[in-house]
Each structure stands twice: as C-alpha cells, then as structure tokens.
C-alpha cells in the first residue's frame, strides 16, 4: 500500500501517510492511485479537477465549502506549511459544527481527505505555502458558501497570534448558526 492512513476525530476526515522513497539524490513517492485510495479511504470518487494556490504567512483561505455540487477535497502542500481545518457541517452527524486541524507540509507529504459534508480551510504558517486540492466536482460560484474563520461557536484554535490576511468572501463568511448546512 502507498501510504497508511491515520483517523482523526472526525472520523470521515482521514490523514493520509505515503511511503516516501528518499536517497542522496532526493524523494520519490506515489501521491495518488484511485484504487489505492478507494481501498484505504473506503469511497469510489472521481476527481474531477485539480487546483494549485501559494500562499504568503499568515494568508487563511476558508472555510469554504458548496452546499449544492458539494466537493469531497484530498489536500496537500508541496512547499511550506499550513494548519488544515476541515469542520462537519452535516446536520444528521453527530459531530455537527466541530471541527479537526492538522499540520500539512512539504516536508511531512501527508494528505488529508475532506469528504463531502464539510467545511475546509487552513492558514498558511511559513513564509510562503503551495497548496494542491484534488476535487470531487467542479467549482461552482453561485453554489460556494463560508464559514467564518472565527466563530467562537466553532471554536476553532488556529495557531496564529495576528490577525489573518483574508479575502473579503471569508471575512463576510457566515457563523454556524446562520449558515446554509448539510441535512
């Protein structure tokens, strides 16, 4: 199996471990195979489309999420490093409106698998961070949502001591009790 994988609190959040093959020349490692992730993950899906953000210390992009075409996400960073916060948003879960982060980075190469269902976002902790998103559906503008970063309902500990660069979307974004949700 290319990579092991590691349940996290939310327990249809997964963080993904690949073998990494190292030597003095450098690292070679699979990041994805669709069989090997159906078999390890327990999903068949398509991945429709891949994005590519970088990012400057201290940017957080999210919590973003489409509450219809929604998409499950598998994420992971080439360069840098950034928390990684994906947050149930399903009203039927028992884990509605908490939330799991983990650390993500060039050099850890791990992945974490959002599903369909919840929020995701993360604040990038190095000088800079390039960030990769497989998707499950394309995007759709008039179908995005945000939760705000901060909601205190949430309470989400990111680890940052200012306050974030955001994007007006994710400062407008829309506290639990007021979002459109998941059933």
């Keep these: 199996m290319p990579y092991s994988v590691t349940r996290t609190a939310l327990p249809e959040v997964l963080l993904l471990h690949p073998k990494v093959f190292g030597d003095d020349r450098g690292f070679f490692f699979e990041s994805f195979n669709a069989k090997d992730f159906m078999t390890v993950v327990g999903v068949d899906r398509p991945f429709v489309q891949d994005n590519h953000s970088r990012s400057a210390r201290g940017v957080l992009r999210g919590l973003h999420y ?16 950034v ?7 399903r009203q039927s879960s028992p884990n509605f409106g908490k939330w799991v982060g983990v650390h993500l980075s060039g050099e850890n190469k791990a992945q974490l698998w959002v599903p369909e269902g919840f929020a995701h976002g993360f604040v990038v902790l190095s000088e800079t961070a390039e960030f990769l998103y497989k998707v499950t559906d394309y995007w759709y503008p008039e179908h995005e ?39």
């Design 66 to 81: 489409q509450i219809e075409h929604p998409q499950g996400k598998l994420v992971r960073v080439t360069s840098g490093e």
């Design 83 to 89: 928390f990684d916060v994906a947050v149930d948003l």
């Design 145 to 183: 949502r945000s939760l705000l970063w901060s909601d205190s309902t949430v309470g989400i500990e990111w680890p940052i001591s200012a306050s974030p660069l955001l994007a007006a979307k994710d400062r407008e974004g829309k506290m639990l009790a007021e979002a459109s949700v998941f059933t």
